[in-house]
């Protein structure tokens, strides 16, 4: 796909980050967009900025998670545009927890939107995709390449995406199948996933949010560029960001041996979460003491 004017676009989760970032890319460059997520307020928001580019837009809510609805989308979106050119299975959510400490349904959540929510998405959309000859985008992420503590469900959820997606390109290609596919893996992008995130109560997670917020450098927008520059160039695998590609090449070098440092790195950080919440803890009972002596 060179490029994306009067082609008929489908991002999922396009009422914030990366999918709103997406969604307004693709209106700058001509797109006809089909928009939506579970979100209507931010959905709006997304295609008021669409509007502005002089964009096609329709908006849609819709639960990922619910293969019928999902179904019933893929033929809204038929009717309304005749087809569909590009489909980006983009809706995703995180949960910050132990596999000791997290809940049943925060897990299921988690795997019925990131994973679920691609296979539904996939299904429903390509035979549209098969009839235009078009491209599959699944988003996956870091996440996809490197196991981390705290996000078992989460990485559980985007390897999938990974060997789902791989596996429906190989289909299409033994098949002959004129659909091209894409799996993405972004890695820290300035988006409100982990604040958003739901979590474990324990030590720890709100000191995970912190340290995302400062080591995501990549900023929505400009992940919304690689990855439309990949999808132009017909990539099968489109990393996004440094720390993305650095991760990349680590587990692919060291294979087996890179958890051991992955874990090193992880209690290393621990260490200095819990440090700061002793020196938060008590700064606050300093004040609190020279607050009752001035009294």
């Not at 604040?195 to 080591?215: H, P, V």
């Not at 041996?257 to 200095?272: D, E």
């Amino acid at each position: 796909m060179e490029e994306f004017r009067a082609k008929v676009a489908v991002v999922t989760g396009a009422g914030s980050g990366i999918g709103r970032a997406l969604a307004v890319e693709l209106a700058a460059q001509g797109a006809r967009l089909a928009l939506s997520d579970a979100a209507e307020e931010g959905l709006a928001q997304t295609a008021a900025s669409c509007a502005e580019r002089g964009a096609e837009v329709r908006t849609y809510r819709l639960d990922v998670t619910d293969r019928l609805a999902v179904q019933a989308h893929a033929k809204e979106v038929r009717a309304d545009f005749g087809g569909a050119d590009l489909v980006i299975n983009n809706a995703g959510v995180t949960l910050l927890a132990s596999i000791t400490e997290a809940e049943w349904d925060d897990m299921r959540w988690v795997l019925d939107v990131d994973f679920w929510g691609v296979v539904h998405g996939t299904r429903a959309f390509l035979p549209l995709l098969v009839a235009s000859q078009g491209h599959l985008v699944n988003i996956s992420s870091m996440y996809g390449l490197t196991a981390a503590p705290a996000q078992s469900a989460y990485n559980a959820a985007k390897f999938a995406v990974r060997g789902f997606t791989e596996a429906v390109l190989q289909e299409m290609r033994v098949g002959d199948v004129p659909v091209k596919v894409s799996c993405v893996y972004p890695g820290k992008v300035r988006t409100d996933i982990f604040s958003n995130a739901r979590a474990a109560k324990g030590l720890g997670y709100g000191g995970i949010r912190e340290r995302f917020a400062r080591e995501a450098t990549t900023s929505a927008e400009q992940a919304a560029r690689l990855i439309l520059r990949g999808v132009r160039r017909n990539r099968v695998k489109i990393i996004v960001g440094a720390d993305a590609r650095r991760v990349d090449l680590l587990t692919r070098l060291l294979g087996t041996v890179y958890p051991r440092i992955t874990a090193r790195r992880a209690r290393t950080q621990a260490s200095q979460v819990r440090l700061e919440a002793m020196r938060t803890r008590l700064a606050a009972q300093r004040v609190k003491t020279s607050d009752h002596r001035q009294r």
